[in-house]
Structure formats: C-alpha cells, structure tokens
C-alpha cells in the first residue's frame, strides 16, 4: 500500500473581495464580493512507505495547503486523496491515530501545564495502552535528551526544547507517516543538525514515511533523497535530489591555490579555447568556471599539465540553493520532471465546508499575503 496517492488534487479558496473607501466598504455589507483563489491546481504524486520526501516551494506556492488537505484538516475541492489507504477529512479520528504533525510555527502542547501533562494527554487522545506508551516515551526522551524538561511548562521552553517536545508529541502513538511543516524552523545549527539524525534514525528503524516541507534546502539535502517541487499551485519538479543537481547545475568552480602569484594571464591563455572563465581570488589564488558542456578533468589536465606551483585544488558543485533559486526564478524545471497538466477549469466552486473555513479564517493570521511573480 502506498503511504500518500493524490491524484488530480486541486484547493480553491474563496475569499472575500474588499472595496475601497467608506462607500465600497457600505456596499461590502449590502452585497459581498468574492473571487477564487486556486491554491492547488491539480496535483497528482505518490509516496511509498518508507520514504523520507521533501516538498518545497517558495512562499504562496501552495505547501501547507496541500499539507492541511493530506492530514484531514482541509476539504479538497477536486481529486482524489488515500493516506494510509484513508480519505483523510472522511476518517478523522481513526485516521488521525496513523499519522504525526508537527506545524513549526504551531504547538500541540498545552501551554501552561508540564510537558509530561500534554503528553499525558495526548496519549489518551491517541488512545495508547499504557504500557506502549512508557515504553516509547523512555526511547523517545532518552534520544532526544528531554529528561530535565518533561516537568516544565511549555511557555518556559526555548524553541529548540519545544521543538524536541512537539518531535516526541507527534510521534507517541507509533504513526506511520510524520508531517513535517518547517520543523527546523528558527532553529541554530546544533538543534536543527539534532533533529534531522533524530528524523533518519525514526525513518530507519520504524520505516517511518516523512513528508517535509522547508525553506531550508540543508534539510532537504540532509534528509531526502527525492523532492517535489512546487510553483504557483502546480509541480514543477518531482524527483530525485541529486538528479534536479546534475540537471540544473550550470557547471562547477575549480579552486586553485599556487606557491607564488596567481599567473592568471598564463591560465587564462592556456585554457582560452575551452569556453572557461577565471576570476581572481587573492594574490596566490585563482578559480575557473567551468560550464556544464565543458569535461572538468580536460580543464584540469590542462592547467596542472602547464602549472608546477599548485598547491592545492578544490572542486566546487553548485549548491542547492542556487539551483533552487533558479528553478524558482524560471518557474519550471523542464527536462525530465514531470509538469501537470494545465489548469482545467473550476472544479466544485465552493471549497470550503465549515471546518475547512474555520481553518481558513484561523490560519492566515500569521501569515503574510504573499505571492512571488
Ligand atoms: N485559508 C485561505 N484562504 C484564502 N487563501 C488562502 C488560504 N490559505 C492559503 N491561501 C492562499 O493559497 C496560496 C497557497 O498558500 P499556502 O499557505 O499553501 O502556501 P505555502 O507554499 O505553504 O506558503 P508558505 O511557505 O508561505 O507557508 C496562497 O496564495 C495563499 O494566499
């Protein structure tokens, strides 16, 4: 059984339109306006159990919506949805108890009380037998070095602490499947690198499935070996990570550090039918730029061939994030990936059901009303 298969996903919200001037806000209350906002245009992907994917795009591009719909918490408007073989809005609370989330920005610890309460708590949500839950809690504390924080209150926190807490909240009644919204987010380096071995060793043992989304690319490098990229609603890319490097990347930098000064006039004759370009560093040091269609060991062999005084090389690859931001700035990541199909027309007009309004009235709150060009 797959662990996620959607099929032609699509979210529209509707929101209200707002006039300007005191008479457009008078005619506001008579007569609403509204429009379509299209969040999600017809997706369609599939994930096997077992896999750590990450699912990225810029701000607007339509993550979390497709998050909230995959755990329940929005209604599509069209498509087709199985998590776990679930109808994830249909069967909530038999659903609920196979899979974990943790919203970066937001807890599901109660604030005031110890953490152990919450936890507590939510096992009895989750309806976990006693016995399995001392056993996973002690496995869970015991890696993520929470043993003097289970009796604190969660305001008293700092954000990696909770976000440890949030990781064991999430993942005590065994799911299979852990959403993961930004979960490094804010985060310093040791906290966050913490967290992502925490998240392998889940994947690993328990075969845990881990959907990711973040705006921090070293996540995806540290955790992912596949990746979906999404633009504008839609999936522009879905595939492998170092596949999106090899086809994206523009070429690679050599590095170069000499015994003396940098002969950058000789580098640059010796190598000027290659299509390479030099920069200089400091006095004793020189990189080439070398396009994708140009072989790099043929560059090299040159150079070292003519230069006695190098001491030292180094290759650079082209790093995710500016492949990523390329791609972003394109709005496509062609060859090979898989493009959707083309917007079809409004499917079901009307999205929202009462709970997914509710949802969309307390969500946005927090965030910016942002769309890229
Ligand atoms: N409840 C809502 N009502 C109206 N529009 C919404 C609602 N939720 C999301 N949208 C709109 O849908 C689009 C996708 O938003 P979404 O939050 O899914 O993007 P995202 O990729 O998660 O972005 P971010 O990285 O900022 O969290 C945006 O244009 C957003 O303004």
């Known amino acids: 059984m797959l662990a996620i298969d959607v099929k032609d996903l699509r979210k529209q919200f509707r929101v209200q339109k707002s006039r ?41 591009a339509g993550k979390s919506t497709t998050i909230k719909m995959l755990t329940g918490i ?29 919203f970066g920005q937001r807890s599901q610890l109660w604030w005031d009380i110890g953490v152990i309460e919450s936890f507590q708590l939510l096992r009895k949500v989750y309806r976990v037998p006693e016995a399995e839950y001392r056993k996973r809690l002690n496995e869970l504390v015991e890696r993520l070095q929470l043993g003097d924080l289970l009796n604190r209150p969660v305001r008293k926190l700092s954000l990696g602490q909770r976000m440890r807490c949030e990781l064991v909240a999430s993942l005590l009644h065994n799911p299979s499947i852990l959403f993961l919204d930004e979960p490094t987010i804010g985060l310093d380096i040791v906290v966050k690198t913490e967290i992502r071995e925490f998240l392998k060793q889940m994947n690993r043992e328990h075969g845990t499935t881990i959907l990711l989304t973040t705006h921090d690319l070293q996540d995806i490098e540290a955790l992912c070996n596949r990746v979906i990229m999404l633009d504008d609603g839609r999936i522009i890319y879905d595939g492998g990570l170092e596949q999106l490097k ?12 000499f015994g003396g000064q940098a002969p950058l006039a000789e580098l640059r004759l010796l190598t000027a039918d290659l299509g390479v370009t030099w920069t200089a560093g400091n006095d004793m040091t020189a990189a080439m730029w070398v396009p994708m269609e140009v072989s790099v060991s043929d560059a090299l062999a040159r150079v070292v061939g003519a230069c006695q005084d190098i001491r030292d090389i180094k290759i650079v690859e082209t790093n995710t994030d ?5 791609i972003y700035r394109s709005g496509s990541a062609s060859a090979g990936s898989r493009l959707e199909g083309a917007e079809s027309g409004a499917a079901g007009a009307d999205a929202a059901s009462g709970e997914a309004a509710a949802a969309a009235a307390g969500d946005r709150a927090d965030k910016e009303p942002v769309r890229h060009g």
């Not at 969040?39 to 077992?50: H, M």
């Not at 909530?92 to 899979?99: G, H, P, T």
């Not at 090899?246 to 550090?257: L, P």
């Open 322 to 326: 500016d492949i990523v931001r390329e």
């Open 20 to 60: 300007e001037g005191l008479s457009g806000a008078l005619k506001d209350l008579f007569k609403r306006e509204y429009r379509e906002v299209t969040a999600v245009k017809d997706i369609t992907f599939q994930i096997p159990q077992g896999e750590i994917c990450g699912y990225i795009g810029e701000n607007g």
């Open 74 to 102: 929005l209604v599509p408007t069209s498509g087709q949805l199985l998590v776990n073989g679930h109808v994830p809005y249909k069967e909530r609370e038999k659903f609920v108890r196979q899979i974990g989330v943790v």
């Open 246 to 257: 090899a086809r994206w990347s523009r070429g690679r930098e050599i590095r170069f550090r």
